[in-house]
């Protein structure tokens, strides 16, 4: 068995052709949807992150703002740029990007953000929405990842779903996420003993630590769908991700590949809650668990 590719690319490609769509349709009501995008320190990930969350918008319809600040930006300082973001109508979303230097009390920073502007979802208030099921922002990665499993048609009701990882970003969302589609659901990380027993049994693996390698083919249920987060280098300095692709795609069923697959949706789907919250703004939104 090979397993098929669920493709990032293709499926960001269609997602963002719909929210261009959407976004042409508020503009043409008189609303811009506005993402403000606060990049603090000259982080060289965080320039290319940032570099490309802006070019996503200005390609698909919406407006971004770019805030550049020194390093040693006050935390007060950056709090006062966050408030105002906050109460300008033309900004429906707010990005800080993290890192933040050390200096500067990263989720301080993130609960200051208005939680109807809080499009990364990391808001406690996004946190808890997610948990109840109520109307908010999800994370996107996680949330990308979701938009992949729909993709392939793959109803998780009754399947086994394991999450290796319990970041707030990526782990516990995912496991709420899969949670809320009736998926029974196991969270794995680094303190637990014998992962590859656990995986075993996994209809679904989401492999979300930031480590190579973390999940090889004979840890793997022949058949599952495997979702690859992770993101590192090999020894030649080629990008892989969390899992022995090689290996595992002759395993699986269904996998995503490494760079191309969860990494594009991540923008796209942040590119969705943006508009989201101005369609929300405008009087015409949906909750992004619909």
């Given amino acids: 068995m090979t397993a098929r590719l669920i493709d990032g690319n293709a499926l960001s490609q269609q997602l963002r052709a719909d929210v261009a769509a959407r976004a042409a349709a508020l503009r043409a009501r008189g609303t811009v949807p506005g993402l403000a995008v606060v990049l603090v320190g000259d982080n060289p990930a965080s ?3 940032v570099r490309n969350k802006v070019k996503a918008c200005e390609d698909n319809g919406l407006h971004s703002v770019l805030e550049r600040h020194p390093a040693d930006l006050a935390e007060d300082a950056l709090l006062a740029r966050v408030d105002a973001l906050n109460r300008d109508p033309a900004i429906h979303g707010i990005l800080v990007q993290l890192p933040l230097p050390a200096h500067i009390d990263a989720q301080k920073v993130i609960e200051a953000i208005a939680p109807e502007k809080d499009v990364d979802g ?3 208030a996004s946190a808890g929405a997610l948990m109840t099921g109520s109307a908010g922002f999800w994370p996107c990665t996680p949330y990308g990842c979701m938009k992949m499993l729909d993709s392939i048609g793959y109803d ?7 999450v290796i990882g319990r970041s707030n970003i990526v782990g516990k969302p995912m496991a709420l ?3 809320a589609r009736s998926a029974t659901v196991t969270v794995c990380h680094s303190a637990t003993a014998d992962l590859g027993a656990f995986t075993r049994q996994a209809d679904v693996v989401v ?15 022949p058949g599952a769908v495997v979702i690859d987060v992770g993101m590192n280098r090999d020894d030649a300095g ?3 991700g969390d899992v022995d692709f090689a290996g595992v795609r002759e ?11 969860v990494g594009p949706m991540t923008i796209t789907m942040l590119l969705v809650n943006t508009l989201e ?8 939104g949906t909750s992004a668990s619909t």
């Avoid at 998780?156 to 394991?162: D, I, P, Q, Y």
């Fill in 156 to 162: 998780l009701r009754g399947k086994h779903a394991v």
């Fill in 207 to 221: 492999a979300a630590v930031g480590k190579r390698n973390v999940l090889t083919a004979d840890m793997v249920k």
């Fill in 251 to 261: 395993v699986a069923g269904w996998i995503t590949p490494v760079p191309g697959g």
């Fill in 47 to 49: 320039q290319v992150y």
């Fill in 177 to 179: 996420m899969l949670l």
């Fill in 277 to 284: 919250s101005a369609e929300r703004a405008a009087g015409s």
């Fill in 238 to 240: 080629k990008l892989c």
């Fill in 122 to 124: 990391f808001h406690v």
